[in-house]
């Protein structure tokens, strides 16, 4: 029997909200369960995809489903299966909220009104906290944080929300090295305790291509699709990175050197 694909486009188009194209004839499909990568230069629509499978922007051709759903349509259902961290910090600084209050919020959001957290919300957000090292920090006020421990409460907040696809946009972005080692950890740890389909937007594979099990690579359309060392074909990146792209093969893994870096500024 054949099962559904975890992620199916075919002939997706979508532009932006200023008319510009930002994705044209994309089509592929990927297979539950997966920890997916998806990667390509500045502008070339990672963002983009990202808010397409939730249904937060309308294809102009083509269709998006994600387990079956249809993200024009059906996007309530997508929704209820997605925990989703956004590229960047959201919640305002000046808000005056505690890191349980955002670990919490993701369980709350999902409880009826009145939304009161119960002893097992409490277990749950406090174990992803120490996932990611920072438990001891349960009330201390998230305003205060640095950049990298606000990413890590955000994928905080990713782990104890309920759901079986977690959808991550540069989440090692503005992180300090020590960061970006605990959130990877962390996500390895979790993808391999639980049936948990990970999609993770990054500029830079290169952190998490030993642990992903497959690589989208886009330059507003499919470049590549497929296991990270056969994406990582140098005639490939140079023709999407330009010239000075280069591959470096360490104990048996390839690693790129795209001279790429930051957000997807186009996306936002």
Known sequence: MATTPLIEAENLAVKYPEGDLALFDVTFSIDSTTFMAII????SGKTTLLKAMLGLLK???GFIRVLGFDAKREYKMIRKMVRYVPQRDQIKATVPMKVKDIVLMGRLLKKPPLR???????QIAKDALRRVDLENLWNHPFPELSGGQRQRVLVARALATEGQIMMLD??????DHDSQVLIVEALQEYYNENQVNIIMVTHDLN????LVKDVLMLNRTVMGIGHPCAVMDLELLRQVYGPSAKIVELAGHKYCITGDSGFDHHDH
């Open 170 to 175: 540069e989440p090692l972005s503005g992180a």
């Open 40 to 43: 390509g230069p500045n502008g």
């Open 207 to 210: 952190p998490i291509h030993t």
């Open 116 to 122: 009161v957290a119960s002893g097992k919300d409490v």
């Open 59 to 61: 294809p102009t051709d």
